[in-house]
Each structure stands twice: as C-alpha cells, then as structure tokens.
C-alpha cells in the first residue's frame, strides 16, 4: 500500500504472531502457504426487519477466502465462522469516505460485484489507514482467486462450485434476536479496548518505501522564516506574477499520519481548544458525501486584529486518502443560505488552504510514527512581502498567521499527549508463509506493488525528515532517503525513451500515421496558447522508472511516446458510455482506422450533469511485439491490466487548489476505479469509470469547476515491475487547453 507496507509477519512453528493456530487450513487444499490478514472491524446492514446494525466482528482473510467471526478465533480455537465464502475476482472494494454511525464517526468500504451489483455489503473501520490495509488486503485476495482462475480448468470448476462472500445477505439460520444482544456494538460508547487488541504489529516491515517526484518540479520553495519550530515557505517560482504568493508552513509531528489526519478533522470542541487559536468553536452543519461536508463557527479577531466586532465563518471540507498513505485536506470558504450570520457577528470569507499530511519512514519499527504537516495557503503580494522584510508587524494580527499558527499549535498539542503520540491505529495484522503465487507470474501477491509512487513533488526537495541516510536490506530495494533532491537532479539528465524495437516489430516496415486522415470532435491546438484544444506534449514533464530502479529507485525523464494521438473526442452523453469502439461513427471503424496496425482507446468517463466522454486514440505505427510488455497487457487478463495501468497527472496551469486536488502522483487507474477492457481486431478499448469512485467524484467536480481556466498534461503508461521491463517509457501522452465543458457533442446513434 504505497508508503505504508503491510508487516509481513513471520510464521513460527505454524502459528500466527498473536498465539491463534490455523485449524482448518488443511480443508481447502494447500491454503497453508496462503497469506492471511485478521483484524477487527465494523460490519453494517440492515436486518430482516429493516433496522440498521453495526456489529463488531473479527475480520479473517486467508488467501482468497474470508471468514468473519463474532470474536477472536486465535483466542477462542474451534470457534466456526458465522459467515465464509470466496473472494472473486469479479469483487470491486470502493473506500466510501466518512460516515456518522450511533455518534460516532467510522470509515466504510463498500464491497460489490462488478457483474451483479445487487451483491454488496460494507465493512467500516476507525481510520482512513484501516481502511487502506484492507483494501490491500482484498486486492491481493482476489489476485489470488484470478491466478486460481488462470492455473488450469480444475481450479476454474472448483471456483464456480465455492459461495462468493455475501456481506449483504442474512445469513441461513433462524435470526434470535433476543439472544446475543450484548454483540450490537454503539459507536463512540463500545469497547474500543476490543477493537484495539489486535494490534501488536511488532515486525518490522521488510523494506522502508520512499517516494520520488512523478512531474518535474513545478514549485520553487525557499525556507524564509520559522515560527515556533515550523518553517516558512515561500513559492518563488511564482514570484514576479504579481498575483497573491503561495506560502506553506511545515512542521514534523510525532505522530503518523492518521492520528494527525484524526485530529484535524475532529470537531470535538474540548479537544480543538487546546491546539487550534483560530478555529476552535466549529459545529458541522452538513455532511455532503464520506469524503465532503460543511462546517460552521465563530471567532474572536479581538486578539488577532483591530476588529471590535466578533465574525462567523462556514467553509467546506475535502479530504483524500492517497494510496501511498498521504492526506490531503481542502478548505474552500463558502456561501450557505441555510445558515445566516449569528447575531452580534458578521460573516467573513474565509482563506483557502490545504493541508496535506505524510508519513515519514522510520528505521525501526521500535521508533514513534512521524509525519510532515504541511498547510499552503495565499496570501497578498504586498502585506506578505512587507511582513518578510520586517516592515509589517501587523501581519502577526491577520488570518494567515493565526493559520500558521494553527501548525505550531497542533505540533505542541500532540507532543503534550503521549497517547497520540504512540496510538497505534492500525487493526490488520499480516501474515505471509510461501505464497502460493510466483513474483513473476504475479508480483502484486507479494506486497511489493506501490499503487502510489511519489509523493507530492513540491515537498521532494524540501520536506522530507532531515538526515542523509541510506536504508537498506539484504536481497531487497536500496531505498535512498532525503537525498531526493539529488536523484532528482541527476535523473534530469537522462531519459527514457522507449525501445520501438523491442515493444513494436521491427521486421514490418512503418506505416505513415497521417492525421488529416483520423478525425475527433475536439481539435488540435494551433498553438500554445490556444484554447478549448487538445496537443501531445513530450515526456519530458514526466519522471518514471529508470533502468536500475529495483535498486535504487531512480527515476528519469520520459522521452518522446511510443504511440501517437491522432484524434480526441469529447461527448456529452446522458449514460455513461462503453465499448464506444463499437460505434459506427469511432474513429476504428473508419477506413483509415481499419488499417492502424494497432490503435489503444482511452474512454475517460466523467461523471456530471449531463455525462461527458473524453475519449483518447493512440496509434502504433507497426503491430505491437506479442512477447513485449505491452503485448502481455494487451491480451493479458484484466486482473493483470489493472496492476500496471497507470497514468501521471499534472495541472500546468490553473488554481492551486485544484492543483493541490488532483496531485502530481503516478495513480494504477485499475486500483483507484473501476475499468473495463474491450480486445478486438487492432484495438484494445479501456472505459474508466471515473464516477465508480467517491473520491475521484469529487476531485472531477472541482475540476470541472475550473476547467475553463486549466492546462491538464497527462501520461499513459504500463508500469514496469520485473528488472527486464526497466526502463519504463510512456506510452501516450495528451494536453488539454483550457477545455469548454459546452464545446462537447453529443453522441448520435
């Protein structure tokens, strides 16, 4: 799971770290070189006379299958599952975001199966970091239920003859509800003791994972001033645009990311008192989705400028959990009719602002969890400059620094409470004895795959722990820590280009890819400046995995994209669209089309009123190397084509907001969402449902908001996990010039 790897417990005389056997491994037939995970979590529904429950329960995944109890099987042994079945491969895991449960806030995973949505059931857990490693844990379930699946016609028969997993459904006995009661657990009221212990993660994980940039640098932070151990950033290289300057305080917290991401997002107003000057007295007034709500509150300026009367405030929330465990958090000032000024105050607009919250990797797992805070924000040109030059005391009187203020704050306030300081919020435990599945055949089986590969590329060069150390293991990644800022300077001097020899054959001579011959309802930009358009960038914006990246982790420049856009399309449509190269009028069933030798369709459907298609055509001009990575992903199983698409993402212009929105990391789009494969004659079509995800919902919506004023670069790829597929090269790129969401057409039957 990107930063945060799974502790790859040990087996020790065929038992499990914390004492349980594994009675009944041997009744499913070589399931005791499986990897197992277990932990507590809440299981949500609605029983058979429609009252909504929430029960703890003990959570067991043993290769591909699951098993959910009423209490601990290690420490109740011969106690039998009140549910069990087999995690399919057809199982789609959506993290959902925060929900209010019995006065209590829980995080929830939805399940479903993608062929049969009626099928679904959800989980919770007490944090976003839960939630990660068990979605990790159901990844690796069902790649193990696809290699079964892929190993031969037996093992096929012996999975249809197995129950999927049914979260949903009741289960088939007589229900007593008079019995057992003492299960029903109220939330913020139960025994967080239970749910806590089953932590006692004290392996060390096998590799420290770090992160390098994924775009070339677009910031330049300079360090101008520290304030109460935080330091002080200021952007220069947006220096001379005479719009207001980013400015971002960053401190290290001992605590991990979660425990900080908690505390941020709590309202309790006890707590928040003791860390926050700014913003203690907030109430929720809405809660828009599990990731998004509305918040309201008052303040006192008397303290913090010359203002006599006292002001009110409602601003909205966003938060995001990356994959490589890091937290963004958006606060937009907003308008809320429902909520008018409180009596004696007057409403103020709140600054925008982001923080974003990342673990720091320690050397031993003995060590306190340490995270990077960071809180950007804008600020006016001329009163920040003014305060930098020690011109302007009075900046010490205005919102920005009491927000600084509020880092520094929350900083103290974990340091005064050990607990939070050492909280282990983390539930899952791991286990790995031999994995049935091969790294070649299936690395991702062997938790090594990082769906995330970077973290953000304004923090590379300034923020990461102090300290020039190396970490490394034996027979594992060299994994360099805070040098960053060196690897980044000497992969600016190479680049990977793709071996056009070696993913294309080379004994078919080249066909002429002429555009005036392939039409899309967007066009192609004349010029840089040019609007509502789209253009293909080179790659050289982009950082991917060089030749020696398994270890060291170096990461090079793109080079120019092995295949070519020759056409983009842009449709509005009233449902989402697949299999849109079906359609009489795509652009592969043309003439000149036809006669690609092979054509990769990217269908980018974005979910809003109406719906819209951005639809990408990339050209080969000679027929792709079957024995090449592209080739395997090409007719490979979908399960395999999920582990290795990924696309880079980068705003290059436009608000800052958005940009701390969308991120500049590597994203695996079959992990994040859901995607659909459709391999015919010389194309191969892949249908992203960007509306399959809560959180990517809300990161298009803000997008869309902005989209006029934005210049989005991304990059396709298949990522590269075996020292033979190294270097990665690009497949694709595209830019999209400050898009008009009216300029799309409609897709005519």
């Excluded at 011969?78 to 019995?102: Q, S």
């Excluded at 994980?205 to 520290?226: L, M, N």
Aim: proline letters at 4%; a neutral charge.
């Amino acid at each position: 799971m990107g930063s945060e790897i799974f502790p790859k417990v040990k087996s020790e005389g065929g038992s499990s770290e914390s004492g349980g056997s594994e009675s009944g491994a041997d009744e499913r037939g070589g399931e005791n070189d499986a990897f197992e995970y277990f932990g507590w979590v809440y299981h949500l529904g609605v029983n058979t006379i429609g009252h909504e429950y929430c029960h703890l329960r003990f959570l067991y995944i043993r290769g591909k299958y699951m098993e959910m109890y009423k209490r601990d099987p290690h420490e109740n042994p011969g106690l039998k599952p009140i549910r069990r079945g087999v995690i399919n491969h057809t199982l789609m895991v959506e993290e959902i975001g925060r929900r209010r449960v019995n006065h209590g806030d829980l995080y929830v995973l939805r399940f479903y199966n993608r062929l049969d949505e009626s099928k679904r059931g959800e989980i919770a857990c007490a944090s976003p970091g839960e939630v990660r490693k068990w979605m990790e844990a159901f990844d690796r379930a069902k790649q193990q239920a696809d290699y079964d699946l892929s190993s031969g016609q037996s093992a096929r028969d012996k999975l249809k003859l197995e129950s999927e997993i049914n979260l949903a459904g009741h289960r088939p006995r007589v229900r007593r509800y008079a019995h057992g009661l003492k299960q029903l657990i109220r939330i913020g009221q139960g025994p967080e003791k239970l749910l806590r212990k089953s932590s006692k993660l004290g392996a060390k994980s096998e590799s420290d994972v770090y992160f390098e940039a994924d775009v070339v640098e677009a910031h330049e932070w300079k360090c101008v001033r520290t304030l109460d151990g935080v330091r002080i950033f200021e952007d220069m290289a947006n220096k001379k645009t005479g719009k207001g300057v980013l400015v971002k305080a960053v401190a290290v917290v001992e605590a991990s990311a979660d425990t900080v991401f908690d505390v941020l997002l709590s309202l309790d107003r006890h707590q928040r008192y003791e860390w926050d000057t700014l913003t203690g007295d907030v109430e929720l007034i809405e809660s828009l989705d599990g990731h998004c709500d509305v918040v309201y509150g008052t303040l006192d300026l008397r303290k913090l400028s010359w203002w006599q009367s006292k002001r009110d405030f409602v601003f909205s929330r966003r938060w995001f959990h990356g994959q490589d465990g890091t937290y963004t958090i958006l606060h937009f000032p907003t308008e809320y009719k429902k909520r008018p000024p409180k009596s004696g105050y007057r409403r103020i607009k709140m600054i925008a602002c982001s923080w974003e919250i990342s673990n720091i990797g320690t050397s031993s797992s003995l060590k306190p969890a340490r995270c990077l805070v960071t809180l950007i924000l804008e600020i006016r040109s001329k009163a920040w400059f003014k305060w930098k030059n020690n011109e302007f005391c009075k900046f010490e009187r205005t919102l920005p620094f009491g927000m600084f203020s509020q880092v520094a704050g929350l900083k103290e306030y974990i340091g005064a409470n050990p607990a939070l300081t050492f909280e282990s919020s983390t539930v899952v435990q791991s286990k790995t004895s031999g994995v049935s599945i091969s790294s070649n055949e299936l690395e991702d089986a062997m938790g090594s795959d990082e769906f995330y590969d970077a973290i953000g590329t304004d923090s590379s060069s300034s923020d990461e722990d102090s300290g020039d150390e190396v970490s490394s293991k034996q027979d594992k990644k060299v994994k360099l820590k805070n040098v960053s800022w060196a690897i980044a300077s000497l992969a600016l001097k190479k680049t990977s280009a793709p071996d056009t020899s070696k993913e294309l054959n080379p004994d078919v001579p080249s066909l002429t890819l002429d555009p005036s011959q392939f039409h899309g309802t967007m066009r192609h930009a004349k010029c840089e400046g040019d609007s509502d358009c789209w253009s293909s960038p080179s790659g050289s914006g982009f950082m991917i995995r060089g030749k020696t990246y398994l270890k060291d982790s170096t990461k090079v420049t793109g080079g120019d994209p092995l295949l070519k856009l020759i056409a983009v399309d842009w449709f509005k449509v009233d449902e989402c669209i697949t299999n849109i190269a079906l359609h009489p009028k795509c652009l592969v069933q043309s003439e000149a089309g036809k006669k690609t030798p092979f054509v990769l369709i990217i269908n980018l459907q974005v979910p809003a009123k109406p719906n819209y298609s951005l639809v990408l055509y990339y050209a080969a001009d000679r027929p792709v190397n079957k024995d090449s990575l592209l080739g395997k992903f090409i007719d490979g199983t979908d399960s395999f084509r999920d582990s290795r698409f990924k696309l880079i993402p980068s705003i290059r212009e436009g608000y800052w907001m958005v940009k701390r929105a969308v991120g500049t990391k590597a994203c695996l789009l079959g992990k994040a969402v859901t995607c659909k494969y459709l391999r015919q004659d010389n194309f191969l079509e892949i249908d992203v449902d960007i509306g399959s995800s809560s959180v990517a919902r809300g990161v298009i919506g803000l997008v869309l908001g902005y989209v006029t004023s934005l210049v989005v670069d991304l990059a396709i790829l298949v990522e590269a996990k075996e020292e033979a597929e190294l270097p990665e090269y690009i497949l694709g790129t595209v830019r999209l010039n400050r898009v008009k969401v009216d300029s799309a057409v409609p897709l005519e039957g």
